[in-house]
Every structure is written in C-alpha cells, then in structure tokens.
C-alpha cells in the first residue's frame, strides 16, 4: 500500500502481523483489518494575514466503521503525513475496541506550524479543513477531537462550521471542546489523569510504593504536564519533563505548580529556575522508576532501548515504542510496560462520555465521569494484566489482542457485504 508508506505506518503493520500472528487469523481476513476503510487528502488554500495566499494539505483516514462511526483526534504539525495518520488512525480502532467503545478508528492532520499561524490564520484553516470535510464526517458517520497542535478552540471552530452548514447547532461533530457549547468535564484532564490512574495500578500489582517512585515526563504538553501533576497527587516525584525546546532535571524534585506559571508565561519548560537542562534524547534515560513518554512516535528505538532505566514504562503518546524496541524490552522483564492504546485510553473514553451526553442533550458532573473513566480503565487493565500472565505474553501484545481480537469477531459477525 504506497499510498501509506511511511515507518509509523510499517510499525502499526508489523504490530498487527504479530498480533494476527498470535491470533491465527486467517490470511484472508487481514488486509481487510489491516487496511483503512476510507482515505482523504484535501488542499487547503487560505488567505495569510498579510494578503498571500497559502496551499495546505490535510489529511483525514477512517480505520473501520464496524463497530460503530470512527473517532480520533486531528492535529496540526509540520510532519503530518498520510501515512503516519493512517497508523495512528489503525492505532485507535484497537484502543476503542479494547475499551469496549463503539467506535471505529480515525485520525486527521494538518501539515503545518501552528506556532507560526495567527489565530485569526488558524481559523480559516480550520474552517477549510471542516468545510473539506463535511461529506465524510458527522455524529454517525466520523467524530474529531484534539490531538497535538490543537485544542477545544480549535473544536469549536469544527463545530461551528458544520452546525452552519447543517442549519443547527450539532455538538456531538466533535469532542475535546469547550463545556460552555458542549464539551465534557473532565475531558481535558482526562488522558493524564488515565495514565497516572494505570501508573498506581501498576505499582499495586508490582508491589512499588508509588511514594517513593521518581517519575520522567517527555513531552509537556496536555496529556504529559496533567500526567505528571496527577502522578505528584498520588505521590510521585517528578523529576524530569521535557518538551520540544528542551528539558529540565532536578533530582529532588520539581515544582510542578512553579513550573506550570513558568509554561504559562514563557510556553516552554525551558529556562525553569531550580533545575539543570537536559536535552530529550538524555531524559529517556535517567534513572527513575516511572517513564513516562508522552511526546511523538518512535521514541523508544533499538538504540535506547536498552539503556533505558525504569520499573513502569507508560506510554501516554502513541507509537513511542518501535517493534525493534519492543524485542529488547521483551528480554526485559524488570520493566513493566503500559502499552499506549492501554494507557492514553483515557481521553477516547472521555471523548466517548462527551459524544453521549451531546446526544442525550443529559450532561454528567464531573465525580461521575472520573468514577466512569477509572471503572472503563480497570476493566480493560485486569484483563490485559490478566491475558499477559495466563499467556505469558508482553503487555502491548495482550492488549494487542483484546482490541484486534474484538474488531475481527465484529466483522465475521456482521459478515461481507454484496
């Protein structure tokens, strides 16, 4: 498939391979997993603030509609690519499945730097990719969410534009958006709050004391600072974040509240008083009990992962861990992993309570979702720990399992239409 061609995409691959591997599906029944059901690239022309006209290019891929519409997030960034939205949108459809979400798997990007767009700049774009896409979404059909790069305005301008298009306001087109038009609680926090609840559950069932654990956050932003701020409640030390300019390191310690003024002020962790910098590659390996890498894909490679030196290893972003990687951490066993579509789960399942009470117009305070979202992600985590162990199998390939195993007894059911 050379429309996908790109390594994140050969990663999602070669994960799937073992996994249907593992499950003994039958090679006819593969690609038709394996393959996405539905492909769009889009040209977005739109008028700069200075008068020029600028051509970007966005990309939307729909994994399956089995189960139900497709959900994933869009995001903005300068290395956006079909291929790597491709796996990423493969990615959600065994996280939504292992979650027990009736959802199929999605993913959307923009090329482009929305650090180097105006608001106003952001807007257009945002309401060309919408207005691109209003054939091939809807609450029944595709719902969006944020992702790296956007966020609940950029939601709000989705939702906009499609409830103009519609003649009524639509609020279940999109998750992740302001509570004031729709959006859920707890729903920002929601991914961060997910990993660090994974990360107690493990140090139960490793038997650590999650008082005494350093923890190492790559990646700054949403999903790692709310990582980290809910890993400093349950009573970890944080002592390394880091983000796309640099990192920071403090051995005893940092002041996450300090540090989230710092970021505030100045958006970055850079320059943070109190702490030595250290770049991203050197983070990764500082000793800790807690791992934490919550940036981009294939972070975690054959070249360190080694070297790494961490009991849990929680993967908040997708994709950090490359299929190389994996064999070196299998030959681990000191190292307990929590796969990425375990552990980020969080925000599909909040996104899944805000599409509900947006269809319900029945909205839920926040205790109640919280209570909602630690019960989805126990049930999913006993049963991976649990497969694992009965198996004697790596988590990722246990979770793996659940969620491709779930997708493909959808499909025989529903069998092949004509």
Known sequence: MNIYDHPTFHMACQQFDLVADHLQIPTEDRARLKYPKRALTVALPIHRDDGSTQVFFGHRVQHHLTLGPTKGGLRYHPDVTLGEVAALAMWMSWKCALAGLPYGGAKGGIACDPSQLSSTELERLTRRYTQEMIPFIGSQIDVMAPDVGTNPQVMAWMMDTYSVHKGHTVPSIVTGKPVGIGGSLGRREA??????????????????????????????????????????????????????????????????????????????????????????????????????????????????????????????????????????????????????????????????FEWVQDLQSFFWGETEITDKLFRTLEAAFVQVVGLSRKQKIPMRLAALSVGVKRVHEAKQIRGLFP
């Open 191 to 352: 991914t961060g709050r997910g990993v660090a609840y994974l990360v107690n559950r493990a140090t139960d069932t490793l038997g650590l004391d999650l008082h005494r654990s350093t923890a190492v956050v790559q990646g700054y932003g949403n999903v790692g600072s709310m990582a980290a701020l809910a890993l400093a409640r349950y009573g970890a030390k944080v002592i390394a974040v880091s983000d796309v300019h640099g990192g920071l390191h403090n051995a005893g310690g940092l002041d996450l509240m300090a540090l989230e003024q710092h970021v505030a002020r100045h958006r970055s962790v850079v320059g943070f008083p109190g702490a030595d910098p250290v770049a991203n590659d050197q983070l990764l390996l500082l000793p800790c009990d807690i791992l934490v890498p919550a940036a981009l894909e294939r972070q975690i490679t054959e070249a360190n992962a080694g070297r790494i030196k961490c009991r849990i290893l929680a993967e908040a972003a997708n994709g950090p861990t490359t299929p190389e990687a994996d064999v070196i951490l299998n030959q681990r066993p000191e190292i307990f992993v929590i796969p990425d579509i375990l552990c980020n789960a969080g925000g599909v399942v909040v996104s899944y």
